[in-house]
């Protein structure tokens, strides 16, 4: 994602954003250690863009588990940003997806302030194909619950 892909979307759009990378702009891509390492900067537009939403809408993480240590300092960050803001009650509502069920994880991102959105038909891609199929714009946030 780049600066100018931040103001193409339209108003009232549903929005999917790839963090580590789009295959039609190589240098967003996070193949090796070092572009790795390079993510957990969080300074890049696609991270400010995810602040910001993070902020303002509610968002739908898919594809993350915490046995990334990218994804856990950004949750960490995340949570970090809506406790100094001390407006618990504003916050609009973050989820994740798993793929497997577990308690430990589920019970971080509770704490984390993010809703775990459980598949436990031990069929992930087609739990994951099946949720997505199930939620348009209109239903995102009852389809979650």
């Given at each position: 994602?780049?600066?100018?892909?931040?103001?193409?979307?339209?108003?009232?759009?549903?929005?999917?954003?790839?963090?580590?990378?789009?295959?039609?702009?190589?240098?967003?891509?996070?193949?090796?250690?070092?572009?790795?390492?390079?993510?957990?900067?969080?300074?890049?537009?696609?991270?400010?863009?995810?602040?910001?939403?993070?902020?303002?809408?509610?968002?739908?993480?898919?594809g993350y588990s915490l046995s990334d240590i990218n994804v856990r300092y950004l949750f960490h960050k995340l949570s970090k940003i809506w406790s100094a803001a001390g407006t618990q009650t504003e916050r609009p509502p973050s989820h994740i997806f798993m793929t497997n069920p577990n308690p430990v994880e589920e019970a971080i991102f509770r704490r984390w302030g993010i809703n775990p959105i459980v598949e436990s038909s031990g069929l992930p891609m087609e739990g994951l194909r099946d949720f997505l199929e199930r939620i348009t714009p209109n239903n995102l946030i009852s389809s979650m619950r």
């Amino acid at each position: 994602m780049t600066v100018k892909d931040l103001t193409a979307k339209q108003n009232g759009e549903l929005e999917i954003v790839k963090f580590h990378g789009d295959f039609e702009d190589d240098a967003t891509l996070v193949l090796t250690e070092s572009s790795y390492f390079e993510r957990l900067d969080f300074e890049s537009p696609i991270d400010q863009m995810l602040r910001a939403d993070v902020l303002r809408h509610p968002v739908l993480f898919v594809g993350y588990s915490l046995s990334d240590i990218n994804v856990r300092y950004l949750f960490h960050k995340l949570s970090k940003i809506w406790s100094a803001a001390g407006t618990q009650t504003e916050r609009p509502p973050s989820h994740i997806f798993m793929t497997n069920p577990n308690p430990v994880e589920e019970a971080i991102f509770r704490r984390w302030g993010i809703n775990p959105i459980v598949e436990s038909s031990g069929l992930p891609m087609e739990g994951l194909r099946d949720f997505l199929e199930r939620i348009t714009p209109n239903n995102l946030i009852s389809s979650m619950r």
